[in-house]
């Protein structure tokens, strides 16, 4: 069959299919042609010119996973997410494999490595089969070997890391040129909302993950430019905001995940993609691929994955969010990590004993974004919530893990001019012994271990300050210690490892589990409103001050919680507009509360008396009464704020203490 490559940009192919294989701008040239090439020289239906062993290579062979697999590249080319340039590269592609002995039902398929490149020439072929070259590995040549029935291939030398291509997959030569005339004549396959949220029940991914991955399109993995692409956002439903996590959510897909989600997901006859259940059966099957490798996860709401994005945590969203809601499958919430000391010319910091990769630095980030995010979601996610009900089990595990003897973590670094000497003056004489030489002097007084600067690398041009590490499961059992550790005028500047730690093991996060396990919160109900986590104390109020029990509630939201917005009152409160607004007026009318309009406040009623304004997007303005009161410290009384507040109690204890305040004559006036 005679393809005219030049006219849908042969070279653009690569393009097409980034995010499904990893061509890394390999392929260049005619790679069509030479896919076309490749599949006559293997099937024997043509041969090498004279003075050549075999086809011209195409890119560094990835397309060879395409083999059993190209139901990804027939999705993607259907859906109606896809660019139309991109889509006639794909289609072009669709229409060469279908000619090519890379359908054959007979054929069978294997990749290995010969370890002996020089017995192997790029391409050797007999009546059973044929073998050819892909890329070079370490001391070693990749290998396709093609062959039918149970005959040998031409022999290659000897192989290890082989494996066996998989068979049966869609992908016949008639299902790839039925699929090919459907797209050309009906245009793409219709885009069903519905079947995302199929997909997303089945695993438990989000909404916006769910819907790359029925576009075929889970992510780009390298490029820099946006993904995706404006046009693919608006066909697929989703933002920007979207889009970034739920690249990031299916950046840990292997290259073979990728492609083996979809070699079952079409349909036998193509044509049924374009009835009215169609992407519906679609993504079963994608859910059934998904959960025989990743398992299911009840879904986590996207209100929920939203509050969290917004606290723009240190760890991935999506990451996070698996962590949180489902705490026993993290390897960091569930098992021991031993860490040591790590240090030489180029580097100084922590490593994972057991070589499991980066995992002190992801333990790092976990810890403190845990520290850092439980308050809100124990305040601001529903009862019932997976996230929020998992609290329990995820604070409960990373105590445990902090208690493990053999885990070290970052204490904080030094500034420049600390030498050894202060620092054998501060956590000395006893030398740092462990399983690895370190090139710079350490010393360990038990809970800390001081690594002193290694020497200076390149001629000098580069010289690491002091470093401290320390063991959590020590922390604050020997007093003196732990003040050498955590006293920062001695030259050192702290990672908050130390806050975290402590903060994860304190009294608030013990209370707030507490909280949770008691289930006195209805289902569905936010802890942040008082009628559904302290309603007696609602009582008291509206009798105390004549209220309606809506005004008293509301009044507590005022007197306590850091960002009482009109939109979160009326999500925390399952309030209608109209009934904020009855409640906000009868606080306005007994002179509890005052109507105004304030920068970034997002609300129209507060409590009486000044008015301090935060100087940064993540902190919030509020009443002075209240920033008081949550203990949030404003500096030299400039009713400015410069903090989070750092919330020691539950919402419960928290609208308890305000109203006693109140009662005292202690309230905002």
């Not at 009464?625 to 020691?648: C, E, M, N, Q």
């Amino acid at each position: 069959m005679a393809h005219n490559f030049q006219a849908i940009d042969d070279e653009g192919v690569a393009t097409a299919v980034t995010g499904l294989l990893r061509t890394g701008g390999s392929w260049r040239g005619a790679s069509l042609a030479g896919l076309e090439r490749i599949g006559e020289y293997l099937a024997g239906t043509w041969d090498p010119p004279a003075g050549r062993h075999a086809p011209e290579p195409v890119g560094h062979g990835e397309w060879a996973a395409l083999i059993g697999r190209i139901g990804a590249i027939a999705l993607r080319a259907a859906a109606p997410s896809a660019p139309e340039q991109a889509r006639e590269r794909l289609l072009a592609l669709l229409e060469v494999w279908s000619t090519t002995v890379f359908v054959d039902a007979d054929a069978r398929w294997r990749t290995g490595t010969v370890s002996e490149p020089s017995v192997f020439v790029p391409g050797i072929r007999d009546e059973h089969g044929a073998a050819i070259k892909l890329f070079h590995v370490w001391k070693g040549v990749r290998v396709l070997e093609f062959r039918r029935g149970d005959a040998a291939a031409p022999e290659s030398g000897p192989m290890t890391d082989v494996a066996e291509v998989p068979r049966g997959a869609w992908g016949s030569a008639g299902q790839i040129r039925e699929l090919v005339d459907l797209v050309r004549t009906r245009g793409p396959m219709p885009w069903d909302p519905e079947a995302v949220a199929v997909l997303v029940d089945a695993t438990g991914m989000s909404r916006a993950a769910a819907a790359l991955l029925l576009a075929a399109n889970p992510g780009t993995r390298s490029s820099p430019d946006p993904f995706p692409a404006r046009e693919e956002r608006h066909a697929l439903g989703l933002t920007t905001t979207e889009a970034k996590p739920a690249e990031a959510e299916l950046a840990p897909l292997s290259d073979i995940d990728r492609l083996d989600l979809f070699a079952h997901a079409l349909p036998a006859d193509p044509a049924e993609l374009w009835s009215p259940t169609g992407p519906r059966e679609l993504a079963g099957r994608i859910a059934v691929a998904w959960r025989a490798r990743f398992g299911r996860h009840a879904p986590i709401p996207e209100t929920s994955r939203a509050l969290i994005a917004a606290l723009k945590p240190r760890t991935p969203v999506a990451e996070i969010c698996a962590a949180l809601a489902h705490p026993a499958d993290d390897p960091l919430v569930a098992e021991d990590l031993d860490t040591r000391p790590h240090a030489t010319e180029t580097s100084i910091g922590l490593v994972d004993a057991s070589g499991r990769g980066d995992e002190p630095r992801r333990l790092a980030h976990l810890l403190q974004d845990v520290a850092m995010l439980v308050p809100t979601v124990y305040a601001e996610l529903p009862a019932g919530d997976p996230i929020r009900e998992s609290l329990p089990t995820l604070i409960e595990g990373l105590r445990a893990r902090l208690a493990h003897p053999g885990l070290l973590l970052h204490g904080g670094n030094a500034l420049r001019e600390v030498t050894d000497d202060d620092v054998r003056a501060l956590f000395g004489p006893d030398p740092y012994t462990g399983p690895e030489p370190l090139t710079a002097v350490a010393f360990d007084d038990g809970l800390t271990v001081a690594i002193g600067a290694p020497p200076p690398s390149f001629h000098g041009r580069h010289k690491h300050a002091p470093q401290l590490c320390f063991r959590p499961a020590l922390l604050d059992v020997d007093a003196e210690r732990t003040k050498r550790l955590a006293d920062r005028r001695r030259g050192f500047y702290g990672t908050g490892a130390v806050d975290h730690v402590r903060r994860i093991r304190g009294d608030h996060f013990t209370r707030v589990v507490e909280r949770l396990r008691s289930g006195a919160l209805p289902p569905g109900a936010y802890e942040t409103n008082p009628a559904a986590s302290v309603p007696e104390l609602v009582d008291r109020v509206a009798a105390s001050l004549t209220l309606p029990p809506d005004a008293a509630a509301l009044y507590l939201q005022l007197l306590a919680l850091e960002a009482p917005t009109d939109r979160r009152v009326r999500t925390w409160n399952g309030w209608t507009p109209t009934r904020h607004r009855k409640a906000a007026t009868a606080l306005v009318d007994a002179g509890l509360a005052v109507a105004d309009k304030r920068s970034r406040a997002r609300r129209g009623i507060f409590l009486p008396g000044p008015w301090a304004e935060a100087d940064k997007p993540e902190y919030h303005s509020m009443e002075t009464w209240k920033a008081t009161f949550l203990g949030i410290r404003l500096v030299s009384d400039s009713l400015t704020i410069h903090f989070r507040a750092d919330i020691d109690r539950t919402l419960p204890e928290l609208f308890a203490d305000a109203w006693e305040r109140v009662e005292q004559g202690n309230g905002p006036r």
